[in-house]
């Protein structure tokens, strides 16, 4: 009997130690993630896709540790995913993640999760999106003579052709492109050069494909060897032809030249180069900076050269030559003949849309008089975004008994020029731009009450309660200390909360941030709570158990 009570302790002791390693097990798994895929525009699932998860070194993700996973949806439109689990996280020391979402032909998605606890389950739908225009800027356009340095393009010599192409894409959450994903952070942009003689005819084109990486840009060179003299129109074009744009428009630079014969000699001639325009994605109402370089100089009869003024004159004008900004200015001479020297001037365009920026350039100087003096033109096709329509705001006042709380209707409520009177509800809806704006509230044998708020791109719900005639007499009490009751109750009521500014209403704008797990974990930290104290249930089980196999 001994042997057998031995056994029975033994085993009890094992399935003891059996439910607590399970019971650590469960205690210890981490958040489990299910992320769908959906098209935004279309709200069909999206299969195929990739998930790429890594651990932050910091809280902003600014660099990462080690990968966590690579998953792919495959046919399904849907991955499910666990975080590691880390004991010493906790609601206000949470891991951070970098997670990245691809789609072949979508915008990628990228977030940094941030997570604490375990025992849970979150799920998100992920709605991809294409970008709905897409136009890639260019600048630093330039002509120039291969062979003799800044000097005028001339018959039978190579003329160097080069300028800069801008991403169509722009503005990355994450700092850091995964390495392999690069495909979906470029845009595939055909550049195409076209030059066209006096009459209009094209006399050379040629294009390249670039695949130009978000938030950058890549250089392009041409060639050419003019066979003839004369006035050349010479133009880069570019246009995106990547899937992950929705639709998309050309942007393009083009420069007017002469085509000399022989090389200047006894004549003046300038240069205007490297045309761009800064922010390369500007927006309507901000200043854009207006950079080129120029060089003018005299040729003698021995190609001696003597650096001269430039007289430049500037136009922004729109596809239908309407003329938007006109000005003119005479620029000092290089320090040398050789280096090309930066000019720049401020526009700021009012309304979006698409311009062109022309400079024109010509030799200023009584050396030049009688002489062979050109003007060399550049232009720079340039897209300026709407200013964003100021959203409409719902402002809902809700006026209410002091007293009571209930609901008062026929309110009369003046919100800045605006009037209405509340409803059945004791509710009145206005639309609002934003901005900050008086109001006041009014009923018979009810005080007024007024004050202001202020709107932003959300709406927001007034709460408003009125105090009754009779009400308000019974409280004058406070006048008998010093006669000041009016006063004592005015400045009490500027303290009461009147206003709830964001409060939510019926049609409220949710606003989705990217720190989903904590917000959507609900009571995990209660569930750690009670899974600790059932696990120290068992140790003392445990306990118990030994102490009772080794007395017998």
């Known amino acids: 009997m001994k042997t057998k009570k031995s056994s029975m302790n033994k085993i009890g002791l094992f399935f003891a130690f059996a439910i607590l390693m399970i019971a ?27 998930s790429l998860l890594y651990s932050c070194n910091d809280v902003g993700c600014s660099t990462f540790g080690s990968q966590v996973h690579d998953l792919n949806s495959g046919s399904s439109n849907q991955i499910q995913f666990q975080y590691p689990y880390n004991p010493s996280s906790t609601s206000s020391n949470k891991d951070s993640y970098a997670h990245y979402l691809f789609k072949q032909c979508y915008l990628p998605k990228e977030f940094v999760e941030k997570v604490w606890g375990g025992d849970t389950s979150v799920q998100f739908n992920n709605n991809f999106n294409k970008a709905p225009s897409c136009h ?15 000097e ?33 952070y470029s845009v595939e942009t055909k550049v195409t050069l076209e030059i066209r003689n006096s009459n209009g005819n094209v006399v050379h084109s040629q294009t390249k494909t670039l695949n130009i990486l978000m938030d950058t840009s890549q250089p392009v060179e041409f060639s050419w060897t003019p066979q003839v003299k004369g006035d050349y129109e010479i133009e880069v074009k570019t246009e ?20 000399w014969e022989a090389r200047p000699q006894n004549q003046c001639y300038t240069l205007i180069n490297d045309l761009e325009a800064t922010p390369e994605f500007a927006e309507a109402g901000k200043p854009v900076t207006v950079s080129y370089t120029k060089i003018s100089n005299y040729v003698d009869a021995v190609f001696a050269k003597t650096a001269i003024p430039t007289r ?18 005479v620029i000092r001479a290089n320090s040398n003949t050789m280096d090309p020297e930066t000019v720049s001037f401020t526009w700021t365009p ?21 002489k062979t003096n050109p003007e060399d033109i550049a232009v720079l096709g340039f897209f300026v975004s709407h200013l ?19 609901v008062l209707q026929g309110a009369s409520v003046m919100f800045g020029v605006q009037n209405g009177m509340t409803d059945s509800s004791g509710k009145v809806k206005f639309k609002s731009n934003p901005g900050t704006y008086e109001w006041k509230v009014e009923k018979d044998n009810y005080k007024s009450k007024d004050g202001s708020v202020t709107v932003s791109n959300q709406n927001l719900t007034v709460n408003v309660a009125l105090a009754a005639i009779e009400d308000d007499d019974e409280d004058d009490g406070d ?73 017998r």
């Not at 769908?36 to 699932?45: C, E, L, N, P, R």
């Not at 009012?350 to 009688?370: K, P």
């Not at 209660?526 to 249930?537: F, K, P, Q, R, Y």
């Open 136 to 150: 890639s800027p260019i600048d630093s356009f330039s002509v120039t003579n291969a062979n003799y340095v800044n």
């Open 240 to 259: 995106i032809t990547d899937c992950q744009c929705q639709s998309s428009f050309s942007q393009n630079s083009a420069k007017v030249i002469e085509v």
């Open 388 to 406: 964003p329509a100021p959203q409409l705001s719902d402002v809902t006042f809700v006026v209410t008994d002091s007293k009571t709380s209930n």
């Open 312 to 329: 430049v004159a500037y136009a922004v004008t729109d596809n239908n030559e309407n003329i938007f900004f006109l000005s003119q200015d």
């Open 24 to 50: 650590s097990v469960i205690a210890v798994s981490g958040v489990m993630q299910t992320d769908k895929f959906f098209d935004s525009s279309t709200g069909s699932a999206l299969t195929g896709v990739r």
């Open 479 to 551: 006048e008998d200390n010093g006669g000041n009751g009016d006063d004592k109750k005015k400045k009490s009521a500027k303290k009461l909360n009147f206003i709830e500014l964001n409060a939510p209403t019926s049609d409220a704008q949710v606003v989705y941030t990217e720190e989903p797990l904590t917000n959507k974990k609900g009571n995990a930290d209660v569930a750690m709570w009670v899974l600790i104290i059932g696990s120290v249930l068992i140790l003392l089980a445990v306990l118990f158990l030994v102490a009772v196999a080794m007395r």
């Open 350 to 370: 009012r309304v979006g849309g698409n311009y062109n920026i022309a400079v024109g350039g010509v030799g200023e100087s009584s050396l030049c008089v009688g």
């Open 152 to 184: 005028p393009v001339i018959i039978n010599m190579v003329a160097k052709l080069g300028a800069d192409v801008h991403s169509a894409f722009t503005n990355a959450e994450l700092t850091q492109v995964p390495s392999g994903t690069e495909d979906h």
